[in-house]
């Protein structure tokens, strides 16, 4: 490893960016790139992590990174990669790494295009389950229940969150998963599993939010966690939009644990809180059968 | 490293293309806390009487490096493969891995490292300064062994008087073979010995020598034990068929071999000593029941053996006291008994009045009586001030007269291995302090110990206990074999697995993996925190598995 | 070699020759055809590159964006709906400087649908930092392509090509498409002044504070201000080898004019027929034809159309509230300059609606009768 690979694998980017205390995101954006390496380019759209980023002419990155409208993503990560392939370089990853609403909302066609078309990057949707660059407003990833400030108490949102990994499944692309930072082995193994596969890869990354779901900046972890645990997040992987694999069996937590620790759940009555338990559990089953079929069908 | 701020059109590129990294932005001053890696105190470490530093030790196992894992253990402890089987382990009570499962078998660890040692650590002699003070220790007892050793380590010469034909104490002369064999005692005191230490066997002070002779030494550690048996004062005591339990464990590790084939010999006591007589009676052939005032339960006996000596089929009856012994013949007596009862007052002490009309009698061929030891006192130096049982002694062994210290079953009232371990290690600190006229340093300041509410259980699985791994009952009971044949390195390497490792960092990286702004780095197996970029989030704080991390207020900060 | 095909289709062979690394497509009429001869050529192996067929044209543009800022050349063809649509992107390509050359066949925009020409659609977007050419003919549609690159390459700003819908795009003329040879000698491979690079990493385009966003404006203004006097350069580098030539401005009997007709695109041509009509008619009438929009050629304007003549301005465009976008950009420079012409307005061919001869004349002869005052819009053509 020369000198510069080794800074990096130390710190894939700089310190001194403008991340809250405590920010999921980073911690994602650390673990991904260790697992990617430096020849990487990134494609980020308007979110946090623009922000985050810094401010002309600095930047935290330490490896290309090319600032793109709030809705185009995927497609303009589909350009820098037909870019790559025409000069015949082949082995440069490029990393579209967006929000939940650049993502879900207003990026979604330009992401359904590029899966529909296999374009050949790995796309990361880091979802904090709201725009949280803006001020924390709702978005199709917001959480049934959850407070945002245009789901306000009164009006607090009232549908489900999208499942956005059935859709790219649906898509038939090759790779698509879910990662949380608090399973920091997990996820590695997956960026790395992505990194060598060829086509559409889509990352969903569970990004725990202090800021928007009123938390302490110390817990994002253990939120995240509790997620995986009780179920609402499940750790899992598509391929080809067929074979599904759950890489993580939790025993179970009740989702109230998970919940009533974030302020933006505070509101909720037993009743909402059973709603969301049967429905984690519905999912989750879903899932397992899922599974097993994608399994027996190999038979 | 600086913003940068363009004075000019002329000095800026083109388009917005970024000149330089993030680092002149010190995040450092968003946070009025910072993270400082700390080690706290362990349950283990702080319950230890010996100071071992356990958490420290049972890493370096896991990593196999045992020559490391056993020199720590030596700092403190002098003899590992003894204690790791006979201690009674206090720091397996503490432990908090029982908040998950069970509490380490640390005992375990400990015999493991130790009986690796004396296969593979060479014993050189340590080097001894002549003109530092001379030290004489009268018993080699573990009091005596670890004050010489902790002070031969510092290069003092060193006499050990021993008033029996061999070393070792209550080690050699109170604990039966099927716990501690002798081979293995010998093999450990060599170990020690062979440092440098003069050992002077056969040698009684007071008698074969005289404490005016022992003037010559700088300083002299007086650890003479305590073997004298407390009586039951109690008519009958003195018949014959009733006897001091520490008498046939002395004698049968003098190697006396008694036949007590079809014989029912009762045990009273409630501590290891009765346990210890009644399993050694056992071996001889006997038909043993052990009478306790307390419940089994309340039994000061560590509770494997209480269930060891159950299994090998010793009847223990609980909440009985012997109020007198009555001769029946040259081979049997009477023993009249009452039973008793438990009762806990409002402060919570927890009493045994007699419970009226509950009289029984038993028979017995042989009676031996375990009430604890005291010590004996007579021929000690007038100088030294003492009470009904003991020699006063503070907690680093000093006495009333200048240049004595004691410790050992001589001194303290904790009559047990560790404890008195420990007290001549503290001893030989303090003598080395008189001698060379330095401040005496207490290492042992207030450090705070990790709870288990310290703890983020989220790291650790559940994962079952190592079992002793014990030999067959029946082939226990007619031999004096050791009983425990230890872990092999499997179950060592599971068990020790199991450590939480509480209050002390092991490198598991999970402080540096979660740390958003790249505050935490490492430096060799160190952390250190970059504080002009930690905003003081505190999530390395709260997934630290182990409390070894704490969020400080800045200095200046308001709390 | 001299083939007869539609304006289109001579684009989509300029395009062709410029070797672009990477084409991104999407279909709408009148553009269509462009589209899919660059498919075509693609397919048969005629034109090594990436084509993207992205689901919109905000994805063709976001596409291009991302593949010339990784270094790529880059083409694309769009009209009217499409161009709007992308007009968020159009500014965001000038800001990141970028080489990008791209077709737009004029249409005008809904509502109400409609597919036929007139040239709101690429003047709405004046603003957005593009730099801006019009075409009389297919020939000059091919030619304007290669020049655009070579231009753009060397400002560093992105540049439209404007075609006039069905007029240009679905006519066929004998286009003359130059040699491979030829056009490598005229247009290098691209060297990007900044671009995503492993080996050399920046961001690009990171949150720009006040301190210094005024300066990157700047910086652009210049370099397109530059373009005014460089695509002359460019032009007679291109004439040497082509043996064509396309000037910003071009004055046709000017010298002598009392009135000067300006106008761009295919309505151009129309007017070079009228004139010769007028002038026989005895009338000295001149003809200015704008072709490049963007940088507005303002020195270029002065000298061709002088201090004394009438101007009537042929405005097939609307600012709705405004008036005519020409007319407006000419009378400012000409107020600036302190001159003193009077200058007319036209309203012609919105929507695809002809344009005559007969109303060419019309307004000729009716502003030289001072028949209009300076700030009425003349809707020419118009059942009004």
């Known amino acids: 490893m020369n000198i510069e690979e080794a800074a990096f694998q130390e710190a894939p980017f700089h310190p001194g960016h403008l991340a809250c205390a405590g920010c999921a995101e980073r911690i994602g954006h650390k673990l991904a790139l260790l697992a990617l390496g430096p020849k990487t380019i990134l494609v980020i759209p308007a979110c946090c992590s623009t922000v985050i980023d810094g401010i002309f002419p600095h930047t935290a990155s330490k490896i290309p990174l090319m600032h793109t409208a709030f809705e185009t993503t995927a497609a303009a990560a589909s350009g820098v990669k037909a870019a790559l392939l025409a000069e015949g370089k082949t082995d440069i990853t490029v990393l579209g790494w967006a929000g939940d609403g650049g993502t879900f909302d207003i990026g979604f066609q330009a992401l359904s295009a590029a899966a529909e078309r296999n374009e050949d990057f790995i796309y990361v949707c880091y979802d904090n389950e709201a725009y949280m660059n803006t001020g924390i407003q709702r978005s199709s990833a917001t959480p049934f229940g959850a407070w945002t400030t245009t789901t306000p108490l009164g009006q607090t949102k009232d549908l489900p969150k999208k499942n956005i990994v059935e859709i790219l499944a649906a898509h038939r692309i090759p790779y698509a998963a879910t990662v949380c930072p608090a399973y920091p082995q997990d996820l590695t193994n997956k960026f790395r599993k992505a990194k060598k596969i060829s086509g559409f890869r889509f990352i969903h990354l569970f990004s725990p939010c202090p800021t928007g779901w009123k938390f302490g900046s110390d817990l994002s972890i253990k939120l995240g966690r509790l997620a995986v645990e009780s179920k609402v997040f499940p750790l899992y992987e598509v391929e080809k939009g067929e074979k599904y694999h759950i890489n993580y069996r939790p025993k179970g937590i009740p989702v109230g644990e998970y919940l009533l620790d974030q302020g933006r759940f505070k509101h909720l009555k037993p009743e909402e809180i059973a709603v969301i338990q049967e429905n984690v559990d519905k999912a989750w089953h879903e899932l397992l059968l899922k599974e097993k079929y994608s399994q027996e069908k190999e038979i | 490293m600086k913003r940068r701020i363009y004075q000019n059109e002329i000095e800026m590129p083109e388009v917005a293309i970024s000149e330089s990294g993030s680092e002149w932005n010190k995040t450092g001053g968003w946070s009025t806390v910072v993270p400082v890696h700390q080690n706290k105190r362990a349950p283990c470490q702080r319950d230890c009487p010996v100071g071992v530093d356990i958490p420290v030790y049972l890493d370096l196992i896991k990593q196999k490096k045992y020559l490391k894992a056993y020199k720590i253990v030596k700092e403190t402890n002098c003899m590992p493969a003894i204690t790791g089987r006979v201690c009674y382990h206090p720091c397996e009570d503490g432990c908090n891995r029982k908040v998950l499962d069970q509490p380490l078998a640390i005992h375990a660890l400990e015999r493991f490292i130790g009986d690796w040692g004396l296969d593979n650590v060479p014993v050189k002699k340590h080097k001894v300064d002549l003109s530092k003070g001379k030290i004489a220790v009268v018993g080699s007892g573990p009091a005596g062994i670890s004050c010489a050793y902790h002070l031969i380590q510092k290069g003092y010469p060193i006499t050990i008087y021993e008033k029996e034909s061999k070393p070792g104490g209550m080690l050699r002369f109170g604990i039966p073979e099927y716990r501690l064999p002798e081979k293995v005692l010998d093999k450990e005191l060599k170990s020690v010995f062979d440092l440098g230490i003069e050992v002077k066997l056969n040698c009684q002070v007071g008698k074969d020598v005289s404490w005016e002779e022992l003037k010559k030494f700088g300083a002299v550690f007086i650890a003479t034990g305590a073997y004298r048996s407390r009586k039951m004062n109690v008519t009958g005591e003195n018949l014959e068929q009733v006897k001091p339990a520490l008498e046939l464990l002395i004698e049968t590790n003098l190697g006396k071999k008694f036949d007590l084939t079809g014989q029912k010999v009762l045990v009273m006591g409630r501590g290891n000593t009765a346990i210890d007589a009644a399993r050694t009676a056992l071996r001889c052939g006997a038909e043993v029941s052990i009478l306790s005032r307390s419940g089994q339960q309340e039994m000061i006996a560590t509770q494997e053996e209480i269930q060891m000596a159950l299994e090998e089929g010793i009847q223990i009856l609980e909440l009985v006291d012997i109020g007198s012994f009555e001769w029946i013949d040259s081979n049997t007596a009477r023993v009249n008994c009452v039973r008793l009862k438990r009762e806990v007052n409002k402060t919570g002490k927890v009493r045994y009045p007699v419970m009226e009309g509950s009289d029984f009698s038993l028979t017995a061929n042989l009676v031996l009586v375990a009430k604890g030891q005291d010590s004996e006192l007579e021929s000690l130096p007038a100088e030294l001030e003492k009470d009904q049982s003991q020699v006063q002694a503070d907690r680093w062994g000093k006495t009333s007269a200048e240049r004595f210290y004691a410790g050992g079953d001589l001194a303290l009232s904790a009559k047990t291995v560790a404890f008195a371990l420990g007290s001549g290690r503290r001893a030989a600190l303090a003598m080395d302090a008189y001698l060379s006229k330095m401040g005496l340093k207490s290492g042992e300041e207030n450090i705070l110990v990790t709870r288990e509410a310290d703890l983020n259980l989220a790291y650790f699985m559940k994962a079952p206990r190592e079992e002793d791994v014990l030999t067959e009952v029946h082939s226990r009971k007619s031999s004096f074999k050791e009983v425990n044949a230890g872990l092999d390195q499997e179950g060592i390497l599971r068990e020790v697995a199991r450590c939480f490792s509480c209050g002390t960092c092991n490198s598991c990286d999970n402080c540096y993996t979660f740390c958003p702004d790249l505050a935490v780095f490492k430096d060799n197996h160190q952390y250190r925190v970059y504080t002009e970029y930690c905003k003081g989030c505190g999530i390395c704080v709260q997934e630290c598995p182990r409390d070894a991390i704490e969020l400080a207020l800045k200095l200046g900060e308001e709390s | ?384």
């Open chain 3, 1 to 384: 070699m001299k083939k007869v095909i539609t304006g289109n289709h001579a684009v989509a062979h300029a395009a062709r020759l410029a070797k672009p690394g990477v084409v991104a497509v999407y279909p709408i009429t009148p553009q269509t055809s462009v589209s899919e001869l660059m498919a075509e050529f693609v397919a048969k192996g005629q034109l090594k590159a990436r084509l993207i067929r992205v689901e919109s044209e905000h994805s063709v543009m976001a596409a291009l964006i991302g593949a010339s800022m990784a270094g790529a050349r880059t083409f694309t063809a769009t009209s009217s709906q499409g161009l709007a649509l992308m007009h968020e992107l159009l500014h965001w390509a000038a800001g990141a400087r970028l080489p990008i050359v791209m077709v737009n066949v004029n249409r005008s925009m809904g509502s109400p649908w409609t597919i036929w020409c007139d040239h709101l659609d690429s003047l709405s977007q004046r603003d957005t930092g593009w730099m801006q050419f019009y075409c009389e003919s297919s020939q000059e549609a091919l030619d304007t392509v290669l020049q655009a690159y070579k231009l753009s390459e060397q400002v560093n700003l992105p540049c439209m090509v404007n075609l006039d819908g069905f007029y240009l795009s679905h006519t066929v003329e004998p286009v003359d498409i130059p040699e491979q040879a030829l056009v490598d000698a005229f247009l290098p491979p691209r060297k990007p002044l900044y671009k995503l690079d492993i080996d050399d990493p920046h961001s690009f385009g990171a949150l720009t504070s006040p301190e210094h966003y005024y300066e990157l404006r700047y910086k652009a203004q210049k370099e397109m201000e530059s373009a005014k006097e460089l695509i002359k350069q460019t032009n007679s580098e291109f004439s040497q080898i082509m043996g064509r030539s396309w000037l910003p401005v071009e004055a046709i009997q000017t010298k002598d004019a009392e009135i000067i007709i300006v106008t761009m695109a295919t309505t151009v041509g129309t007017c070079r027929w009228t004139v010769k009509k007028l002038r026989q008619q005895g009338l000295k009438v001149g003809l200015v034809k704008l072709k490049m929009f963007r940088p507005f050629p303002a020195e270029d304007l002065l000298e061709a159309i002088g201090e004394g003549p009438r101007v009537v301005v042929l405005d097939r465009n609307l600012s709705a509230g405004m008036g005519g976008i020409i007319q407006q950009e000419l009378k400012n420079i000409f107020y600036s300059a302190g001159r003193r012409n009077q200058i007319f307005s036209a309203i012609v061919g919105l929507g695809g609606r002809d344009i005559t001869p007969e109303q060419i004349e019309l307004v000729v002869k009716q502003s030289l009768k001072d028949m209009y005052a300076a700030d009425q819009i003349n809707w020419l053509g118009g059942k009004i």
